[in-house]
Each structure stands twice: as C-alpha cells, then as structure tokens.
Nanobody, 123 residues
C-alpha cells in the first residue's frame, strides 16, 4: 500500500529551524520524485522543492531559496525538508507527494499525498 507520512512540524520562533520528514512506504524512492509543498490559510498550495534520481534537486520557490533544502535517506526511504531562518510567512501546512520519475513545479501532477504537518512560526 502506497503511503506518505509527514512529521516534524510544530511551533517555532522566527529565525528558528525545523526538519520535516516524509516517510514513504509501499514503493521505492529510486523510481519516484518527491516534492514538498505548503498551503497557508486562504492561499493556493505552493510547490517548494523536489528531489528525484532522474533530475536531481529542484527549487521552485524563490521565497525559500537559501533557507530550505531537500535531502533523501535511501535506507530509510525518507525525504527530508530542512528549514532554516524561519519567518512568520512560512506558517502553513506542509505536505509531500510523489510523481513518477521526474520533478515538476505543477502541483496537480503529483499523486499520493501525505496528510500534511502544521508549521507555525510565531514569537
């Protein structure tokens, strides 16, 4: 059974860091791209970063460049989103999703979404 489970969200102060995890089961990350997305209240879901064996790492959001990075642990079949220098505008529900082979900035192309994890940046 294909499943993606996000974890690691929480409340953090501005300037702080968090690492989100996206644990995959039922399939191998070797054949799929995994993207990280976020959706703030009243806004559309936004593509952030993506990782794939076929086209490497992609960053689709200028707002997180230099602050967020994506990585993968093959043994754990898990993708991580390391977030640093967090800002209040980073507050959102963060989700991961998979796409066969190649990354894409288009949210609608991704299938099998996780349930999301809430990140709140506030003092």
């Amino acid at each position: 059974q294909v499943q993606l489970v996000e974890s690691g969200g929480g409340l953090v102060q501005p300037g702080g860091s968090l690492r989100l995890s996206c644990a995959a089961s039922g399939f191998s990350l070797d054949y799929y791209a995994i993207g990280w997305f976020r959706q703030a209240p009243g806004k559309e879901r936004e593509a952030l970063l993506c990782i794939s064996n076929y086209d490497g790492n992609k960053n689709y959001a200028d707002s997180v460049k230099g602050r967020f990075t994506i990585s993968r642990d093959r043994g754990a079949n898990t993708v991580y989103l390391q977030m640093g220098n967090l800002k209040p505008e980073d507050t959102a529900v963060y989700s991961c999703a998979r796409l066969f082979h190649y990354c894409s900035p288009y949210v609608q192309r991704f299938t099998y979404w996780g349930q999301g994890t809430q990140v709140t940046v506030s003092s």
